[in-house]
C-alpha cells in the first residue's frame, strides 16, 4: 500500500510571513528608537530640530551639562479599545535619548526649546565674543 505525501513548497514561507505579519501588528514599545535631528548654525546660534510626532511636551525632557546636550522622551502607544483589527503598525513607541557636543561658544543658560507641529525646535544662542565682527579700518 503506498501513501501518497503532498509537499507545500511555500510551508515555510507561510510560516515565516505569519511571524512577520504578527511582529509588524504589535506596537513597537521597549526597542529603542532615534528621531531624526537637523542641526544647523548660523552667526547669532546653532539650532537643532527634531522629529517628534505623537510625543507630548510633556514627555520631554531637554539637559545641557559638560558640554553636552541630551534629549529624552517618550512616546506612548495608545491603543483605542474601540479600535479593532491593526493591520500594520510600523512606528516606534517607547523611549529615546540623543546627546550632542556643545561647542563652547554657545550660552548654556539661554537655551530655548519651541514645540510646534511635532516638530523640537533647540536654539542655543552664540556667546557675543563668539559672533563674528566687521571693523571698520580707516586707511590713512
Known sequence: MSTAVTLDPFQGFRFFEDAVTRLMNEPRTGRPWS???????????????????DVKTEDIDIRVENGTMTLKGLRKFEKDENVK???????????????????????TDKVGAE???????????????????QVKVEIH
Do not use: Q
Open 115 to 133: 514645540y510646534k507641529n511635532g516638530v523640537l525646535t533647540i536654539t542655543l544662542p552664540k556667546k557675543e565674543t563668539a559672533k563674528p565682527r
Open 85 to 107: 483589527g491593526y493591520h500594520r503598525i510600523e512606528r516606534s513607541y517607547g523611549e529615546f535619548v540623543r546627546s550632542f557636543a556643545v561647542p563652547p561658544t554657545v550660552e
Open 35 to 53: 528621531p531624526a535631528v537637523d542641526i544647523l548654525e548660523t552667526e547669532d546660534a546653532v539650532t537643532l530640530k527634531a522629529d517628534l510626532p
